[in-house]
């Protein structure tokens, strides 16, 4: 097979970026933007940020979400469910009083109706918020917290909470359920638990 020159000098995809797990946000970083969008009155941003956290949605999933899929009637419900995209099978979430605050508060000042993309896109050629466009937004909450943009992203909202969930309750089959996940093994990937729990026990023992 011949190689053209532009396949010789092509570069990986991953040249220069970090890779591998994206990092969950601490208590403190959530608290701390928390209080930033609801200051600034970033009212879209504050309901986008909450709904992420709680739900632990892919990004494509949580910007595909229509009004109605969180609200019944004129409230918005406590819980939550919807079909994942990647694995076609139903997640269910809870929605804090927090959460429902910020997300009703949007939905007010949008003027959203139930059939409405709760996140509608502001570009014209998408009728809901993208996940680059979602991607943006959060690589600007991690530059207002003074973090590092390569440890975290759009997986770090999926990531915080069920990690916490773990660390306080150890309980795996919980988590795996809260993130859709059809095998246990791949929950256990996904928090990087094995090693957390190893270096803990590590640590514990002295010699």
């Given at each position: 097979?011949?190689?053209?020159?532009?396949?010789?000098?092509?570069?990986?995809?991953?040249?220069?970026?970090?890779?591998?797990?994206?990092?969950p946000?601490?208590?403190?970083?959530?608290?701390?933007?928390?209080?930033?969008?609801?200051?600034?009155?970033?009212v879209?941003?504050?309901?986008?940020?909450?709904?992420?956290?709680?739900?632990?949605?892919?990004?494509?999933?949580?910007?595909?979400?229509?009004?109605?899929?969180?609200?019944h009637?004129?409230?918005?419900?406590?819980?939550?469910?919807?079909?994942?995209r990647?694995?076609?099978?139903?997640?269910?979430?809870?929605?804090?009083?927090?959460?429902?605050?910020?997300?009703?508060?949007?939905?007010?000042?949008?003027?959203?109706?139930?059939?409405?993309?709760?996140?509608?896109?502001?570009?014209?050629?998408?009728p809901?918020?993208?996940?680059?466009?979602?991607?943006?937004?959060?690589?600007?909450?991690?530059?207002?917290?003074?973090l590092?943009?390569?440890?975290?992203?759009?997986?770090?909202?999926r990531?915080?909470?069920?990690?916490?969930?773990?660390?306080?309750?150890?309980?795996?089959?919980?988590?795996?359920?809260?993130?859709g996940?059809?095998?246990?093994?791949?929950?256990?990937?996904?928090?990087?638990?094995?090693?957390?729990?190893?270096?803990?026990?590590?640590?514990?023992?002295?010699?």
């Amino acid at each position: 097979m011949e190689t053209t020159g532009s396949d010789l000098h092509r570069e990986p995809w991953n040249k220069g970026k970090v890779v591998g797990q994206k990092a969950p946000f601490k208590l403190r970083d959530i608290w701390a933007l928390r209080v930033r969008l609801q200051m600034e009155g970033r009212v879209r941003e504050l309901a986008l940020f909450n709904l992420g956290i709680d739900s632990k949605l892919r990004g494509c999933d949580l910007v595909a979400l229509k009004v109605r899929d969180v609200c019944h009637g004129d409230q918005v419900a406590s819980r939550a469910i919807v079909m994942q995209r990647k694995t076609q099978r139903p997640v269910q979430f809870e929605i804090t009083q927090a959460a429902r605050e910020a997300v009703q508060a949007w939905i007010k000042q949008a003027a959203l109706k139930p059939e409405d993309f709760l996140f509608p896109s502001r570009l014209h050629d998408s009728p809901h918020l993208g996940t680059r466009q979602y991607a943006r937004i959060l690589g600007h909450w991690v530059d207002e917290l003074g973090l590092n943009r390569a440890d975290y992203g759009t997986h770090s909202m999926r990531r915080t909470k069920a990690t916490l969930i773990y660390r306080r309750t150890k309980n795996l089959r919980a988590v795996q359920l809260l993130l859709g996940h059809s095998k246990l093994e791949s929950t256990v990937r996904y928090l990087g638990i094995e090693v957390d729990d190893a270096l803990e026990l590590s640590e514990q023992t002295e010699i």
